[in-house]
T-cell receptor, first 116, second 113 residues
């Protein structure tokens, strides 16, 4: 069974703190993604990575950075957390190339971050 | 830019009835579509997908219909159950887009007992 695991489900952090959100997948997928999900705004892509040490900005990268040191692990970093980064963060993974049968993107269970 | 949207933000149905959730997309180059279900407090779960060379695909109690002429996608759930209550997202991607998904805003399905 496919598995994307986000290590922290609920976090409360103070403004200005550095925050790490960790994600691990066990499907040997090349692609990994970080989204944030906010009411009324849907899912927005922050960063993605298609290989180890590779990263690409998504739609809303400001205030975030990422790290992909190993294929199975993709970390989202908030260098200095702010209250407008309170959100649900979703990690996802997929194969790099779509096969004949399609290519599903699999999501983790989400990490709820509150910045106070 | 391209967008994927949903017609109705909330859909309320009676248990046992069929549900139809609609989605419109604007990019005619989109060639792969996915429906996700997201229950409260959880991440999106894959339900069913369809490629643009098909107009219908069936799964267990779910059917996805694709109308490329009007760029419309729908998810039909047969005999809707309370466990189907969730937010449903459609998403699209194109083969030359690096497998990037564009998501719709989501429709909340509420099942009345």
């Amino acid at each position: 069974d496919v598995k994307v695991t986000q290590s922290s489900r609920y976090l409360v952090k103070r403004t200005g703190e550095k925050v790490f959100l960790e994600c691990v997948q066990d499907m040997d997928h090349e692609n990994m993604f970080w989204y944030r999900q906010d009411p009324g705004l849907g899912l927005r892509l922050i960063y993605f990575s298609y290989d180890v040490k590779m990263k690409e900005k998504g739609d809303i990268p400001e205030g975030y950075s990422v790290s992909r040191e190993k294929k199975e692990r993709f970390s989202l970093i908030l260098e200095s957390a702010s209250t407008n980064q309170t959100s649900m963060y979703l990690c996802a993974s997929s194969l790099l190339y779509r096969g004949l049968s399609g290519n599903t993107i699999y999501f983790g269970e989400g990490s709820w971050l509150t910045v106070v | 830019g391209e967008s994927v949207g949903l017609h109705l933000p909330t859909l309320s149905v009676q248990e046992g009835d069929n549900s139809i959730i609609n989605c419109a997309y604007s990019n005619s180059a989109s060639d792969y579509f996915i429906w996700y279900k997201q229950e409260s407090g959880k991440g999106p779960q894959f339900i069913i997908d369809i490629r643009s060379n098909m107009d219908k695909r069936q799964g267990q109690r779910v059917t996805v219909l694709l109308n490329k002429t009007v760029k419309h996608l729908s998810l039909q759930i047969a005999a809707t159950q309370p466990g189907d209550s969730a937010v449903y997202f459609c998403a699209e991607t194109r083969n030359n887009a690096g497998n990037m998904l564009t998501f719709g805003g989501g429709t909340r399905l509420m099942v009345k007992p």
